[in-house]
């Protein structure tokens, strides 16, 4: 939990109170259901809270904006963001019901007001978002496919509206066979741990 507050220093009490509550919380679920690898479990706030909060370091999302995590497993990205960003409107959907059965006890359990969840496949969902968010699901191509008319063209943010992709490794290849503009982010810009040395963010603007 330390390394949540050493990279964000003005946390509420709430905040604290809720990252605080994750590693219980999760250790409880993952025995029933295993969503975080067993090993993990004892990294959980540097391989999978602070990695998730590193979307955070390229941007900060307003209050009012709508993100859709696809294939959000446990709830990563979308737990952790959902925490920092109590003023936006956060979209969990998986289509393992189970996982999203452990997204909805730790949200509900860290007491999480800013998230719904949807048992289903991320193509199948017609709502409009600000942002879609995701880590581990797919490579670029097929997942622009699915997301690609899922963006609101109303522009509130600093970046323009789009995909935020939490990617590792020579993404060259990739970014050329989706053929669109994207920015990548080194998260060893922000992170010291040498776990975020090959980690990147990844924003694919949608307009
Ligand atoms: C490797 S897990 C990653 C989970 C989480 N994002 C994380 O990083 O911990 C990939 C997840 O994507 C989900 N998934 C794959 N294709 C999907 C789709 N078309 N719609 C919704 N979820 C999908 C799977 O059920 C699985 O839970």
Redesign the pocket.
Known sequence: MQIIEKYFKHLSPEQVKQFGALHSLYTEWNEKIN??SRKDIDQLYER?VL??LGIAKVMAFKPGTRIL??????????IPLSILFPESDFHL????GK?IKVVEEVSAGAGIKNIRTTH?????VTDRYHFVV?????RFKPFWG?VAKKFSDEQFNDLNNGILY?KGGDLDEEIQELNRPAYEYDLNMFFEEEFFDTKKVVHVPAF
């Open positions: 969503v975080v999978h990695h998730s995590d696809v294939g959000t497993g446990g709830g990563f990205p979308g959907i998986d289509s393992i996982k289903g496949r991320a193509e199948d995701s880590r581990a699901v797919t699915w939490l």
